[in-house]
């Protein structure tokens, strides 16, 4: 059992034999390390793990588990392939079991480990999941595009998800357009208490474990309030549909200063650590509306990221490995800025986005995309770079969700594989969706000089970089004309260049912005 399979309905858990098989989990080193990982993401992976391992035990299991100590001198291997090496030479199975793993690196060590000692290597289908990477193939296939509302409609029809005798509940597929309301001027009304969850003896082990073992990773642990276990996640999707649910959608691309989870549901890490199915998260938000308590394009919002976007990245992970983690469409080159990792800039968005995600591991999609995303794409950070530092700071950051997201979608490191233009802004769509701009040094209306916002200059700049690229995408026709307007200015063009280059050369340095 992998660390982010954690479903005690798992097919494979159904077909243990409890007089002859064992459950094998493996707290190690390499999956710690093999990226600079917030402090709060090894706490609820590791606490989760140690939870599973007790209710498995509690069914009646054997389970064989290698935990983590303090102090390195006392590990008894670092590497997965490692441990499972050492445990199979010393229990001589008959055969592996796995469920599909959620990264493809995993996979392909788990076979050489296998192959090492000639033992077959079962992979059951994951049924967390409602498609299978093969039914995904299929529907992509011959497609010159992928396009997700294309696949949305499908799964929504397949699974009979908010559908009435004459189609699409409330007559239509989609309710985004209802769904990009910002606060305007006065801001949020009192926003409901997020649910928190008290760590309980085993996670405050586990935490005293990361700050010993990995002192200088990212992030504060003093925070940490995350479900650990399948009715802690529970608990929090229930919290979610009664209180934040229902004004879920008008706000949900809304950003305000302060303010870090807002209507969102902060329930990815318990759902990629499958402590959540994705099927209750569904039926909750579906029954909500049925009997009023939430209306249709929240709703409709909320199950589009579940049944939509998580099953179609999860789809496009599985079709494109192994080349999809080095394409790099746009040549982008630059490092991810030292402000990612500290918080530590002039910038108001930035800071804003990176407090949320230092001090919770998270950020909501919009300063995820529209930000943080948003800068690094304007800026030429190089997209594998940046999904690396997004599986490092990001407590729901497992391999099938974060490179088609990252990379991507924010990064357009696919060339439009996810999305099919890049999602590039000037700092005035930061003004429109938030409070951030009037709390800043920079002015977001200046593409250049002293007071210039660093997103405006950098916005303009990439444009100009990438013109004849981008001139054959028909979703870039209006901003392509408005570099037109903007390049017959040569004067204003070359002191946008310039400073554009000095913002790269400062990132590049791992200087301050």
């Known amino acids: 059992m992998l660390g982010d399979q954690l479903d005690r309905n798992a097919d494979i858990l159904q077909a243990l034999e409890p007089d002859q098989d064992i459950v094998w989990m493996a707290e190690n080193e ?16 590791f606490s989760a793990m140690r939870h599973f391992r007790d209710a498995v035990e509690t069914d009646g299991f054997r389970v064989e588990y290698h935990q983590l100590e303090a102090d390195r001198r006392r590990d008894s291997g670092r590497d997965f392939g490692e441990i499972l090496a050492a445990s199979i030479r ?25 192959n090492d000692f000639e033992l077959p290597l079962d992979i059951a289908t994951d049924a967390h999941f409602y498609d299978t990477p093969e039914q995904f193939a299929e529907w992509a296939e011959d497609r010159k595009t992928l396009i997700l509302e294309d696949y949305y409609r499908e799964m929504r029809k397949q699974h009979g998800v908010l559908l009435d005798d004459s ?24 926003m409901p208490n997020i649910k928190r969850i008290e760590p309980d003896a085993v996670t405050r082990e586990v935490m005293d474990l990361v700050e010993a073992r990995y002192p200088d990773h ?25 209180y934040r ?50 209306p249709l394009n929240s709703v409709e919002g909320f199950i589009r990221q579940i049944l939509g976007w998580r099953e179609f990245v999860r789809g496009v992970y599985w079709l494109k490995m192994p080349d999809y983690i080095d394409a790099n469409e746009l040549n982008a080159r630059l490092p991810v800025p030292q402000a990612y990792w500290d918080g530590d800039t002039d910038m108001r968005c930035i800071a ?87 709390h800043c040094r920079f002015n977001y209306k200046q593409p250049a000089g002293d007071d210039a916002c660093p997103v405006t200059t950098l916005y303009w700049d990439f444009l100009d970089r990438h013109a004849e690229q981008f ?18 200015d040569e004067a204003l063009m070359q002191a946008i260049r310039k400073q554009a280059s000095t913002l790269q050369q400062t990132i590049k340095a791992g200087e301050r912005l």
């Open 245 to 294: 649910l229902p004004d879920f959608g008008r706000w949900q691309d809304a950003l305000w200063t302060g303010e870090h989870f807002l209507n969102h549901s902060r329930l990815s890490p318990a759902l990629n650590l499958h402590l959540l199915n994705p099927r209750d998260c569904v039926a909750a938000a579906e029954r909500a509306w049925q009997q009023g308590d939430a």
């Open 30 to 45: 390499t999956e710690a390390t093999h990226v600079w990982c917030h402090k709060q993401r090894l706490v609820q992976f």
């Open 90 to 114: 010393r229990l001589k199975p008959a055969r592996l079991v796995v469920t599909w793993p959620g990264d493809w690196r995993v996979q392909q060590m788990l076979q050489a480990t296998a």
């Open 352 to 438: 804003e986005a990176m407090t949320n995600v230092i001090e919770h591991g998270y950020a909501h999609h919009i300063q995820r995309l529209m930000i943080l995303g948003l800068f690094a794409q304007v800026a030429g950070v190089n997209p594998k770079a940046f999904h690396e530092w997004h599986m490092a700071m990001y407590l729901d950051a497992v391999d099938w969700a974060s490179l088609p997201n990252a990379l991507g979608m924010s990064q357009y490191g696919d060339g439009g594989v996810v999305g099919t233009k890049p999602y590039c802004a000037s700092g005035n769509y930061i003004n429109k969706m938030s409070n951030y701009c009037k």
């Open 218 to 242: 990212p992030g504060h642990i003093d925070g940490f309030d995350q479900p650990v276990t399948a009715a802690q996640a529970s608990a929090a999707l229930t919290h979610f549909i009664r």
């Open 471 to 488: 001139r054959g995408n028909r979703r870039m026709v209006f901003q392509m004309k408005n570099l037109d307007k903007k390049r017959d």
């Open 167 to 190: 189609g699409p509940a409330g007559g239509q597929w989609n309710f985004d357009r209802d769904n990009r309301d910002s606060f305007g001027k006065n801001g949020p009304e009192k």
